[in-house]
């Protein structure tokens, strides 16, 4: 499994390299950043994506490799892997205790931070496609993140910036950091260059 991350703040999703998958914002950018992994993990081009009559997409042209992908308002996430898996980031924003507590026991809230709680729930929602995000339970025994369901493992990260992320999977196989891929990558080739002069021109007017 190989995780990647890209910061998508104050960019346009209309340059980014591929089209979206859904009209969420950052669908663009997570199909983009798919395409990096595909090219940096399994040494390939993006495959072709088709839909479920779940709604799930998947890679029908390589099925050896299975991918989750999500984005916040201010960062896109992928996971590749050669097993099911499902992740999820979510930037820290308020919400109200009031609202937290109508979703999510205080035993949960002992062991785990609210936006921890709630991205272990979508990666596990994403990797089985099944249950009640709302009833979802996730608990702290010994150090070690406590599933609702048998036979999963869970890993929460810290490594994308004022955000929570976790990974699901079957397998116990998760990398130990997830790696960002700047966002000129995932970009078209005169959006890459608009990028590069703007920084440029913003490092001199700081001088």
């Known amino acids: 499994m190989r995780l990647y991350y890209a910061d998508i703040r104050g960019i346009?999703?209309?340059?980014?390299?591929?089209?979206?998958?859904?009209?969420?914002?950052?669908?663009?950018?997570?199909?983009?950043?798919?395409?990096e992994a595909y090219r940096d993990y399994a040494g390939t081009q993006l495959p072709k994506i088709v839909r479920l009559l779940t709604g799930k997409p998947i890679s029908p042209d390589i099925p050896e490799y299975h991918y989750?992908?999500?984005?916040s308002k201010t960062h896109v996430m992928v996971a590749l892997s050669k097993h099911p898996v499902g992740a999820d980031t979510e930037a820290h924003r308020y919400i109200k205790q009031s609202v937290i507590e109508k979703l999510a026991t205080p035993a949960e809230l002992a062991g785990l931070p609210f936006?921890?709680?709630?991205?272990?729930?979508?990666?596990?929602?994403?990797?089985?496609?099944?249950?009640?995000?709302?009833a979802m339970r996730f608990y702290v025994r010994g150090g070690k993140i406590i599933p609702p369901e048998e036979g999963v493992f869970c890993r929460l990260y810290s490594d994308i910036e004022g955000s929570s992320t976790a990974v699901s999977c079957f397998e116990n196989?998760?990398?130990?950091?997830?790696?960002?891929?700047p966002v000129e990558r995932l970009l078209k080739k005169e959006a890459r260059k608009r990028l590069e002069n703007e920084r440029k021109a913003a490092k001199t007017e700081n001088r």
């Not at 979206?20 to 983009?32: D, K, Q």
């Not at 989750?68 to 984005?71: D, E």
């Not at 729930?121 to 995000?133: F, I």
């Open 12 to 35: 346009d999703e209309n340059d980014a390299l591929y089209p979206p998958l859904s009209e969420r914002r950052g669908s663009a950018f997570g199909v983009s950043l798919l395409a």
């Open 68 to 71: 989750s992908i999500s984005h």
């Open 115 to 134: 936006f921890d709680i709630w991205v272990l729930r979508e990666s596990l929602y994403k990797l089985t496609n099944r249950g009640d995000l709302r």
């Open 173 to 181: 196989d998760f990398p130990d950091k997830i790696k960002k891929v």
